[in-house]
């Protein structure tokens, strides 16, 4: 016998439990799984209103775990917290006055991550450029980066 099909708010509850995420995200994943959009308005309200789903301090936690890991440019930071679908101005709210360490600290660890060992001749220069770029550091990050790899791998 085929067990009933849960409601949406006991599905989004279950969804909620494995992951944190946004309203929208949830919201997406309860319309694919063929609910009906007043149920599922009605499971997102409900979980509001129990302040079991709280966009702006979900946000808020996803921002400072990705800026305390320090693997990322706050670009990327902001482009993975928009795809995961939290407002951009919630986002922007979030990003310190003071960026510049902290994005130093992720370029030099991009930079030893992908080309510790190689000679730092210039085709390697400008494919640490390149690389740095497509992560999103802006140009007086790179190169801060590329000078500190210099330095620790001699030129």
């Known amino acids: 016998m085929r067990k009933p099909r ?7 509850t279950e969804l909620l439990a494995r992951h944190e995420q946004s309203s929208k995200v949830l919201r997406r994943k309860l319309l694919e799984r063929g609910y009906e959009e007043a149920e599922v308005d009605a499971a997102i309200a409900r979980l509001v209103e129990r302040k079991y789903l709280d966009d702006a ?18 670009r990327q930071i902001c ?5 995961r679908g939290f407002d951009a101005d919630t986002i ?14 992720a370029a030099a660890k991009a930079v030893e991550k992908k080309f510790s060992g190689q000679i730092p001749d ?13 992560k999103g550091f802006n140009s007086e990050i ?3 980066a590329v000078e500190k790899f210099l330095e620790v791998n001699g030129d």
Not at 6 to 12: I, S, Y
Not at 79 to 83: E, G
């Open 79 to 83: 482009a993975k917290l928009v795809q």
């Open 6 to 12: 849960p409601t949406a708010l006991v599905k989004a």
């Open 57 to 74: 301090d979900a946000c808020a936690s996803q921002f400072e775990a990705l800026y305390a890991a320090e693997t990322l440019s706050v």
């Open 122 to 134: 210039a085709k390697t220069k400008l494919k640490i450029r390149q690389h740095l770029a497509m």
């Open 142 to 144: 790179i190169s801060a």
């Open 92 to 105: 922007e709210n979030l990003i310190p006055a003071d960026t510049y360490e902290h994005e130093l600290r």
